[in-house]
């Protein structure tokens, strides 16, 4: 298996722009998280789908954040507009089953940089 | 409320030596599972081990052992003689296991291992 697939691998855009971060899942796997890295805040769960549907959202940081996972197969993080402290590393991640057993798997992650 | 603490920020040694890096957690819940994940300088995250609060065994894979113990709330992680390609960023992380935050890994900040030859 290819594993958890993200693109683009970096992105550096200006302020004001709107950012698309986009994810592919280990196939089969039920859920879809999508994490942030940054140095002040460490890694923190923004949002995460059960079988495509949003079921956590509360970590999204304000409106300006939204994600959708149209199909098992794809999921979008977008920003709109990206300010710099939008700056970090995003990582997408997928779990065969939720309940804290099971191990999530990550991507290769996406770093930000909002000038 | 949930925490996992890594008080050890950095851990500097040398090739072969033996180092424990130190992961406490908080949780109210009787049932839940810590994990150490490891982030080598190249970025992604790598599963290493998966434990449920009902297993208190300690475990052994190659150069690695995970010692938890529930009456101090601590899943510390060893690595046995060192190797310069163990440096990375280590997370411990912990995820309940009931309602809304079913899912929701809870990691730490991290501690940075550094393997000098």
């Known amino acids: 298996d290819a594993g958890v697939i993200q693109s683009p691998r970096h992105e550096v855009t200006e302020m004001g722009q709107e950012v698309t971060l986009r994810c592919k899942p280990i196939s089969g796997h039920d859920y879809l998280f999508w994490y942030r890295q940054t140095m002040m805040r460490g890694l923190e769960l923004l949002i995460y789908f059960n079988n495509n549907v949003p079921i956590d959202d509360s970590g999204m940081p304000e409106d300006r954040f939204s994600a959708k996972m149209p199909n098992a197969s794809f999921s979008t993080l977008k920003i709109q507009p990206s300010e710099p402290r939008d700056s970090a590393v995003y990582f997408c991640?997928?779990?065969?089953?939720?309940?804290?057993?099971?191990?999530?798997?990550f991507g290769p992650g996406t770093r930000l940089t909002v000038l | 409320a949930q925490k996992v603490t890594q008080a050890q920020t950095e851990i500097s040694v040398v090739e072969k030596e033996d180092v424990t890096l130190d992961c406490v957690y908080e949780t109210r819940d009787t049932t839940y599972y810590l994990f150490w994940y490891k982030q080598p300088p190249s970025g992604e995250l790598v599963f290493l081990i998966r434990r449920n609060s009902f297993d208190e065994q300690n475990e052994i894979s190659g150069r690695y052992s995970w010692n938890f113990q529930k009456s101090t709330s601590s899943f510390n992680f060893t690595i046995t003689a060192s190797q310069v390609v163990d440096s990375a960023v280590y997370f411990c992380a912990l995820s309940e296991d009931y309602g809304g935050s079913q899912g929701n890994l809870i990691f730490g900040k991290g501690t940075k291992l550094s393997v000098k030859p």
């Open positions: 991640a997928s779990s065969l089953l939720v309940g804290g057993g099971n191990e999530q798997f």
